[in-house]
DNA sequence: TATCATTTGTTCGTATGTATC
DNA sequence: CGATACATACGAACAAATGAT
């Protein structure tokens, strides 16, 4: 059963053991893996090796800990809610977010005067370092209970003369009806990226160890195919997965892959 | 200059230091830190703190750890391919990637026939647990080296009477000139997650520490909106980021979130 | 409310193995 | 080969959270 011997470090083998056997539902999502001092009679180690397996199992997202009570099996990370990252526009001309539901805001929007950095400058054709409007929010939906931080980035030169140069934090809706009065067909592109999550991210989403964040950016693009408006949206890959819909393009849209 | 003070653990006192040199560019990415003897000397702590302080910044993927070197301050993430997840259809009929380069396999395609899961039977309109043709590739991107995960579903309905019954490794491109060949007028959907790799997805894909994938899942659809082949690409995150380009929708596509 | 046993968290010390240069 | 640096492993003690008495 859990015999150890094969390969690597002592740690190692107790945790492919551990592993296995959850992978073999020996112990089913939410059930409590055994004591670190069960483990070490167990295993005949001392208690660094079994909690340096019991941490590499953390770091997979395997298992979960729990100060005073034990460790646990994590249940399969199932996504509960669903993001459709499309824009509906009603015949009225309404823009309407295809996530249905509400967004309940935790804390009054804030409205920044920031600098564009490397990524972010050049997805609205700016340098590095020119300024512009900022607004930060942080949601959560009504019935999961999750939490997003959303930040909407507005040059000075998409602002001025539109209604966003008195109002920067409307709600992006908003943003794009405006923009579409100005005279814009509007179209989007959307970038997603994974990592893990900074300290104050994990503190304000709550987000879990080994739970990593998805990140998208999005660029709302006017007549000319020019960057008005930068979205970011960051997310607990444990709670939410992104959906797109895909059409054939008669034409490939040009852009350069970077290197 | 790294006094320790305040806040909670000696080792996440030590942790935060560190943290702020990084990130004031006391330590610029690239850079080595500190060895442990060093940092044992610098706080006044023991082995064992100055390595949960290090162990901690190695999960938040700050640093990489290299035996026998020291620990360098990793790059910003910047993730060198940008992969766009749209469809191209040329005039002639034929399906492109829009990823312009062609993808390299590393082996041959395997081709299987596996079950349905909780995941993927809902998304073909299955159950869980029925056979349909499974086919995985290991791919490289010719200059990045970059490595991705390409697995292909495709049910006995779909396949059958068509040259997939035949050819179930074809090609994504291919499979969907043979499913418009058949008759279907297809669409796609894409649902994107990111989470921690297993063990073999980290040996495959070459993944280092607090590294998530991104894993996606397509959905092809034909006429009547019917699903007919899933596919599912795992890509390191570090790597690799996902693009989409976005249209509005004059109608909102009905479609169920899940609590 | 208070106490206690259980369980995980933190911190020290020490010794040895292994990769890099 | 030796010096340096990280990895592994053992032992021991006390702190802190939890749940039951």
Redesign the pocket.
């Known amino acids: 059963m859990g015999e150890i011997q094969r390969p ?6 107790v945790a492919a053991a551990i592993r296995d056997a959850i992978l073999n539902n020996e112990f089913p999502p939410g059930a409590p ?6 483990l070490i009679e167990r295993y ?6 079994v ?2 397996a ?1 941490a590499a199992l953390r770091s997979e997202g395997l298992i979960e ?7 646990f099996v994590r249940a399969a990370v199932e996504p509960g809610l669903t993001l459709e990252r499309n824009v509906t526009r009603t015949k009225a001309g309404r823009f309407t977010a295809t996530d249905g539901a509400q967004w309940d805001e935790v804390e009054p929007p804030t409205i920044h005067r920031i600098r564009t950095t490397a990524a972010t400058g050049p997805a609205l054709g700016l340098g590095e370092g020119d300024e512009l409007f900022g607004c930060d929010r942080l949601l959560t939906h009504p019935t999961t209970g999750t939490r997003v931080l959303h930040r909407t980035l507005i040059p000075y030169a998409t602002a001025d003369g539109t209604a966003l140069a008195k109002a920067p934090d409307a709600e992006p809706t908003a943003v794009y009806a405006i923009l579409t009065k100005a005279g814009h067909e509007l179209w989007w592109s959307e970038t997603v990226r994974a990592r893990m999550p900074l300290p104050d991210e994990r503190t304000a989403l709550d987000i879990p160890d080994a739970t990593p964040i998805l990140h998208t950016t999005r660029t709302t693009h006017g007549t000319d195919d020019q960057p008005l408006v930068l979205e970011e949206l960051r997310v607990s890959a444990d709670h939410a997965q992104l959906t797109y819909r895909i059409t054939t393009d008669k034409a490939p849209t040009a852009r350069r892959t970077r290197a």
């Open positions: 690597g470090a002592l740690y190692q083998q893996l055994p004591s670190e001092a069960q005949q180690v001392s208690r660094p090796t909690r340096n019991i800990v729990q100060h005073g009570k034990g460790s």
